[in-house]
């Protein structure tokens, strides 16, 4: 018989699978084009807005939102049954540098070739704040092949490759809190994070098994250093250790 999920996991998960199916909507927000064809034409766009406001809670929350919130995390996590093989080999996770240096210069580049941002419009390619909807110069089939080809990559990943492929490889809005985290360590400011408790650890292991970006967990326990890049603040090895050896914290981590 299948083990419930603690409880705050059955909150976590119905978050992201709300995300995922909430995703016809918010699409456009989350756009890695709308924001390059905002920058080419001086709008500031709804994906503008949303990727600096990610910027701005990992300063905070870290990647709490990769592990509450995000639309991706609900499309992959949802077929986790049918591949829940761990993402091993930490090289992996410089592909998505390799898609956002560049695509990040394009953005800086258009903007500053258009004179800079002139205008303001956050529904920028939606009709009324629905992304996947038709318009006078766009049929909505046209939508749909995006909604269905960003949903592809990130499902399919997950089945070929394993847990969270996408969030590994080829997200481009991950390096945004990335970097927020980066400075908030390196000024030390109280944030989200996590504290382990070396000697309550009984070495077990199950964080390790359990941990939806397949990090090493019993590893960062056993070490007393739980600052990860890749580590979304899920909360699932808090809640699925018995010992209580990993827990949340607000603090400056110090
Ligand atoms: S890494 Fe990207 S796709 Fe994955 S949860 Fe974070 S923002 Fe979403
Ligand atoms: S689940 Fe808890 S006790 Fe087991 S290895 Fe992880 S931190 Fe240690
Ligand atoms: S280390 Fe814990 S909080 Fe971080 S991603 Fe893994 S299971 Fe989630």
């Not at 500053?112 to 089939?141: C, E, F, K, N």
């Amino acid at each position: 018989m299948n083990r419930q999920l603690p409880l705050r996991q059955r909150v976590r998960k119905a978050l992201v699978i709300l995300a995922f199916l909430s995703f016809p909507i918010t699409m456009n927000f989350l756009s890695p084009y709308v924001i390059i064809d905002g920058a080419a034409n001086g709008i500031l766009n709804g994906s503008l807005v949303m990727f600096g406001l990610m910027f701005i809670s990992s300063l905070f929350l870290g990647r709490a939102w990769c592990g509450w919130v995000c639309p991706g995390a609900g499309m992959q996590e949802i077929v986790e049954p049918v591949n829940s093989n761990p993402v091993r080999g930490r090289r992996v996770d410089w592909v998505k540098w390799l898609i956002w240096i560049p695509w990040i210069s394009l953005i800086v580049w258009l903007a500053v070739r258009s004179g800079g941002y002139q205008t303001v419009d956050l529904l920028y390619h939606t009709q009324g704040g629905i992304s996947v909807a038709g318009s006078a110069d766009r049929p909505i089939l046209f939508a749909y092949i995006i909604y269905y080809f960003v949903i592809g990559l990130f499902v399919g990943l997950a089945i070929f490759v394993g847990r969270r492929a996408g969030c590994h490889t080829i997200c481009w809005m991950a390096p945004f809190m990335i970097f927020g985290r980066w400075l908030r360590n390196r000024f030390g400011w109280p944030s989200l994070r996590l504290k382990a408790d070396i000697a309550a650890c009984a070495d077990c292991k199950k964080c390790t098994s359990n941990c939806p970006m397949s990090l090493d967990v019993n590893v960062m326990v056993q070490a007393g250093k739980m600052e990860n890049t890749e580590c979304i603040l899920c909360g699932t090895c808090v809640d699925n250790c018995t010992k209580q050896a990993v827990r949340y914290s607000f603090s400056s981590g110090k």
